[in-house]
Structure formats: C-alpha cells, structure tokens
C-alpha cells in the first residue's frame, strides 16, 4: 500500500537554527498538505501544494513539493520556541476518490531555548 | 464560524464496554473523515463517509468498529467490547467537497482510554 515517510524523526535545535524534515512517498501524489500538531493537540493545517515544482512561503516556512510529486520539505529558517510541535506531510490520494490523506510519520521538532 | 466539534474529549472505558465518539462538521461541510492516532504514532486514515452514506471504509477494523452519518445530527464512530488497544486519540475532520485540493480541517479530538 501507499507510504508516506518522513525523516528526521526528530530534530534537537537551539533558538534561532534552521530546520528541515523531508517527507517521501511510494507513489505518486495528487497534492501534499502539512500540518503541525502541539503535544496534546490537533493537526493544524498549515499549507497545500498541488504543482509539481511548487515552492510556498509563509513567513519563516518554505515549503516545497518535487518535480515527481513525489517528496516534499518544509524549511523553517531561525526557529522558535513556538515552532515546537511535530510535523506531519500529508500525501492526497492519487486517482482516489475518496480524497483520504495518508500521513507520514511525522518529525518531533524541539527547539532549546 | 465554529470549527469541527468533537466530543467527548476524553473517554475513560473498561473492557467490553462500547466508546461512542461524535464529531460535527465544520458549517457547510459535507464530508467527514475520521482518523485514529496511536501514541507516538501519525494519523491512519480511517473511514471517510457523506450524509447518510459511507464512501470509503478501507482503514476500519473489520469488527467491533462502525461509523455513521445520519442526515440530522453528528457523525459517529462506535467501538463495540473495546480492548486495551484501541486506547488512542480519534480526529474528526471535515471538507466542503470532493476534489483534490480540499483542504481537511481537524477537530480537537477525542482521547479514549480503555482500562
């Protein structure tokens, strides 16, 4: 079946380093959306990328979906305290019509004051 | 404009017991997902249902769980005779329409215990 995998699984940072977690699936992809979920809370959605190639900011976020539509990334440039959290790729299913999501794995990200 | 709503928030259920979870779309969404979290775990799709109907059932159990979404009123995810292993966190979450780039919006979850 279709897997979505991320990488680091988690990720130790001081205050104001960048971070990156990269995310890969076993097919292709109709779309790819992140989110951020707070220990104890829900997925945030935080972005969807639909073109092959595509490249999104959102202030210190840089999200990028790959040629293939395959992988993606998420960069966070100078991280905070409030970027704490773990974050999840998640791949729309291609030729689906169901529009399910498959998860990846996620990436704890910490981040030390 | 209120989100998804969940609850319970917390469910504590010994074994054998039923778990009923609700979820409310947000207004003007049609379509329900429901999604179950293992602790330290991602989301694994569940079940994916439109009012009075179920789309897509591929990730239930193929016991003791069942889901509705009845023309009034919120969705449901029933777990019959639980067992220690379904203690997870349930997320509802909803869609406006069918497409490849509708966005799903969580709610808050609902975080069942099984004694």
Redesign the interface.
């Known amino acids: 079946g279709q897997q979505v995998m991320q990488i680091p699984q988690y990720q130790h940072v001081q205050e104001g380093e960048d971070f990156t977690t990269y995310c890969n699936s076993s097919t292709t992809l109709s779309n790819i959306q992140w989110y951020k979920q707070r220990p104890g809370g829900h997925p945030v959605f935080l972005i969807q990328l639909v073109k092959s190639g595509e490249v999104k900011k959102q202030k210190r976020l840089t999200f990028q979906f790959g040629e293939a539509k395959k992988n993606s990334s998420l960069h966070i440039t100078a991280t905070q305290t409030t970027d704490v959290g773990t974050y999840f790729c998640a791949g729309g299913d291609y030729g689906g019509a169901t529009n399910k999501l498959i998860f990846g794995t996620g990436t704890l990200l910490a981040v030390q004051p | 404009n209120a989100g998804v709503m969940q609850n319970p928030r917390h469910l504590v259920r010994r074994r054998g017991q039923e778990a009923r979870l609700r979820c409310s779309p947000m207004k003007g969404h049609s379509?329900v997902?429901w999604?179950r979290q293992l602790p330290e775990?991602?989301?694994?799709?569940m079940v994916?249902l439109q009012k009075e109907n179920i789309?897509?059932e591929?990730?239930m159990p193929k016991e003791r769980f069942s889901a509705e979404f009845p023309k009034e009123g919120p969705s449901i995810l029933r777990i019959q005779q639980v067992v220690r292993g379904d203690s997870a966190a349930y997320?509802c979450?909803s869609?406006q329409q069918?497409?490849?780039?509708?966005?799903?919006?969580?709610?808050?979850?609902t975080r069942l215990l099984v004694l």
């Open positions: 379509h997902y999604y775990e991602g989301l694994k799709f994916y789309i897509d591929s990730g997320f979450a869609s069918i497409g490849y780039q509708e966005t799903q919006y969580f709610g808050p979850g």
